[in-house]
Nanobody, 119 residues
Framework: QVQLVESGGGLVQPGGSLRLSCVASGSSFSINAMAWYRQAPGKQRELVARMPSDSITNYADSVKGRFTISRDNAKKTVYLQMNSLKPEDTAVYYC?????????????WGQGTQVTVSA
């Protein structure tokens, strides 16, 4: 099993910045892709950014140029640097990890961290 713990959410004014972190722990697993999703009230969960490998990043059009995803494989951690935040970025942000556990390819989710952008 893999456990994911997110941190870094909070309340920020429009134009501000936040940095989210997500640490993976457990035993005998090998991480493949790492990603961030978000879900706003009354809306479906959507992909924000994803790193299928160390050198490839994918972003939702709505966050391109403002958000940056990165990962530290040694620390089994994925980050999301969010700049120029807008009220429409308000959502619960979820960490997602795809990992091999023994011979099984599994998809894991964090518990979510609230990001609120408001004056």
């Amino acid at each position: 099993q893999v456990q994911l713990v997110e941190s870094g959410g909070g309340l920020v004014q429009p134009g501000g910045s936040l940095r989210l972190s997500c640490v993976a722990s457990g035993s005998s697993f090998s991480i493949n892709a790492m990603a961030w999703y978000r879900q706003a009230p009354g809306k479906q969960r959507e992909l924000v950014a994803r790193m299928p490998s160390d050198s490839i990043t994918n972003y939702a059009d709505s966050v391109k140029g403002r958000f940056t995803i990165s990962r530290d494989n040694a620390k089994k951690t994925v980050y999301l640097q969010m700049n120029s935040l807008k009220p429409e970025d308000t959502a619960v942000y979820y960490c997602n990890v795809e990992a091999w556990v023994a011979t099984w390819y599994q998809n894991y989710w964090g518990q979510g961290t609230q990001v609120t952008v408001s004056a």
